[in-house]
């Protein structure tokens, strides 16, 4: 009696071992889960912080209301960098435009004064005219110039830009970006214009 007595207290202390040492390795197995998670949950947490830091200069790109081209021209070289398509996106350094991701092309600030004029911003009156034509010299290039829209862009023509012959035309483009395209395949762009070349109609 006293032998199967014994016995059956082994068996149960050996259970006893065996049922804490699984749990303790369960503890563990939870407790590395929960770090693992909290981890990727903090580094998830670092990458957006990090993603929307980033994403704040760009913001500064967007000008709304009265724009200041002077004051955005910090380093004076009467040039800036300003989004063909979203116009009211300037900066003083390259970059992307942060509205259509388009890459922002450098200009001069009486051209991005023009342009802005042209399609209803408002601009401050400070300038803006030291290297640009007389009003009869741009009559007179308009006048020269095929087409009313770029073959590349499909933006307006900008009269202070570079022009190129082709074919007897005399092709206008609206920034001088444009022009380097527009020489390695010419047929390929000209097909973006209509007929008389007043209207885009190929594929930004």
């Keep these: 009696m006293l032998k199967r007595n014994s016995f059956g207290t082994f068996l149960i202390a050996i259970t006893l071992v065996f049922s804490c040492s699984s749990f303790a390795q369960e503890s563990m197995q939870m407790k590395d889960s929960t770090k693992t998670q909290m981890k990727m949950h903090n580094m998830s947490g670092m990458k957006m912080h990090n993603k929307k830091s980033s994403s704040l200069p760009d913001s500064n790109k967007v000008h709304k209301g009265t724009i200041d081209l002077m004051a955005i021209d910090k380093n004076n070289d009467g040039k800036i960098f300003q989004c063909p398509m979203e116009l009211n996106v300037i900066s003083d350094t390259k970059g992307e435009c942060p509205e259509c991701g388009m890459d922002l092309r450098e200009i001069s600030l009486p051209d991005a004064n023009s342009k802005l004029v042209k399609r209803g911003f408002k601009v401050r009156e400070s300038v803006l005219n030291n290297d640009s034509k007389s009003d009869d010299q741009k009559n007179q290039t308009s006048l ?30 609206c920034c001088s970006s444009c022009i380097s395209k527009f020489k390695k395949e010419p047929e390929k762009y000209l097909k973006n214009l209509s007929d008389d070349g007043t209207k885009f109609i190929g594929t930004k």
């Design 144 to 173: 020269s110039i095929w087409n009313k829209v770029c073959p590349v862009s499909g933006e307006e023509v900008d009269l202070e830009t570079q022009t190129v012959e082709y074919k007897g035309k005399v092709i206008g483009f």
